[in-house]
């Protein structure tokens, strides 16, 4: 563990988090932003499965958000993923990965980890890969929403990554 990484907290989130959390989104320039509104709901309705990576202050200053897939609820949806610019360079995605994974795997069983991944997006190509790595777990790409399916123009493919069997290890938050 780096330094950084050991004066963060992980723990679920808030919904007074839940601004801080889209701010986070919005000034990642890479994500999708949804309403300020929603990720209240889902710092509310998901904090279960879902983390927030907190500096000394108390402030968040990374999340990662997800869900238990109904239709498998094995396998736990990473939604979202991002670090404060500030913040980055750290490792605290991939701690955060590992974190909720572990917690999700304690609470619910999840075998499996999902998400979806735009060609262009580097960064998230690597944080999954190199945690399918690291925990010595299959992963498998295929195509889930093709371009022409976001009514925006411009919006990249959407590729998903499965990830699994899982194994578990690590501490819950």
Known sequence: ??????????????????????RIA????VLDLNSSYSYLLWCRDFAGTSAVARDEA??????????????????LVVWQVAVDHAHRGHGLAGLLLEA????????????????????DNVPSDRLFTSYA?????????????DAGLFPDDGHQPEVLYR???LHPQGESL
């Open 100 to 119: 909720l994974t572990a917690k999700v795997c304690a609470s619910h069983g999840i075998t499996g980890v999902e998400t979806t991944v735009s060609p």
């Open 26 to 29: 919005r000034d990642s320039e």
């Open 58 to 75: 108390g402030e968040p200053i990374a999340f990662i958000t997800g869900y238990v897939r109904p239709e498998r609820p094995s396998t």
């Open 133 to 145: 790595k690291r925990r010595g777990a299959a992963l498998e790409r295929e195509l889930l929403f």
């Open 1 to 22: 563990m780096t330094a950084a990484q050991t004066a963060v907290r992980i723990e679920s989130p808030r919904v007074e988090d839940g601004a801080a959390i889209w």
């Open 163 to 165: 990830i699994g069997p």
